[in-house]
Structures are given as structure tokens and as C-alpha cells.
């Protein structure tokens, strides 16, 4: 069985205000991620696979933290820089997976136990057809 993407991120990437390193980047996170969103692989890690420095994970991971696509586990108890991709950016074994995770998640949220993403609203869908006027806000 093929695994699933969460829809909530993927489909509405192009109106994320992050640069596009940072959208590549969190490509490869969901490429190294595990089911549901845990990374298994630290920061140094990260910069050592991705040929880039410790410090340029931090620079591309900010932006990404700052809209809840990757959360940072509480300080408490943990060590170095561990991540996880939100629930509703994970990938998922399969469709039903990801239904169950998403319910869940939902109730976190509401809960405030789970910080929910910032994701800009759809305005206008995207254009069809022809080539969009698409402008830096």
C-alpha cells in the first residue's frame, strides 16, 4: 500500500510565505519523517545529509516552526534540537491512518493541547488555466 500525504499542507503550499528553500527542505523532512510526523534524525544529522551547516537547518527550520508545520518538542526533558512534523503535515500509512490521526489532532487542537497551523486562508483558488498574476504581498 502506498503511503498518504496530508492534503492540508501540500495543496496549499504555494500560498505559504516561506522561501522556496524552505519548502524544499520541508519536502525532505516528510521524505525522512516517519508515519504521523516523528523525525527520527537530528539536526546534526539533518545538515550532514542535506550538505548544508547545523546552522542553515535552524535558518530553514524557523520559518517552518514558525507556522506549526514542525513543531519543537518542549524543552523539558529533551535533548538537543529534536522535531516532528504536525499531524496535519505528516504522511500516513495509509488513507484510514491518516483519518484517525486527523480526529485526534483535531481534538488536541481544540483541547489547546496542540498548537493548530498558520496557514494563510484561501482568498481565490488558484488559477486553472493561463498563467496567474501572482505578486509578493
Known amino acids: 500500500m502506498a503511503e ?20 524544499k527542505f520541508l519536502h525532505y523532512l516528510v ?18 545529509e542535506y550538505k548544508i551547516t547545523p546552522q542553515a537547518v535552524s535558518l530553514l527550520m ?9 513543531l519543537r518538542p518542549s524543552s523539558e526533558g ?3 534540537n529534536s522535531y516532528r512534523l504536525h499531524p496535519l503535515a505528516a504522511k500516513y500509512a495509509s488513507h484510514d491512518d491518516m483519518e484517525v490521526a486527523f480526529r485526534h489532532t483535531l481534538q488536541a487542537i481544540k483541547a489547546g493541547e496542540l498548537p493548530n497551523l498558520r496557514l494563510p486562508s484561501y482568498v481565490t ?4 488555466e493561463g498563467r496567474p498574476n501572482l505578486q509578493v504581498a
Not at 6 to 17: E, G
Not at 125 to 128: D, Y
Open 31 to 48: 521524505f525522512r519523517s516517519e508515519f504521523g510526523g516523528h523525525l527520527p534524525v537530528r539536526q546534526k544529522d539533518m545538515a550532514k
Open 125 to 128: 483558488a488558484p488559477p486553472t
Open 62 to 70: 524557523a520559518p517552518l516552526c514558525d507556522l506549526n508545520i514542525v
Open 4 to 23: 498518504v500525504l496530508s492534503p492540508i499542507v501540500s495543496d496549499r503550499i504555494w500560498a505559504v510565505p516561506v522561501s522556496g528553500a524552505a519548502v
Open 78 to 80: 529533551r535533548k538537543g
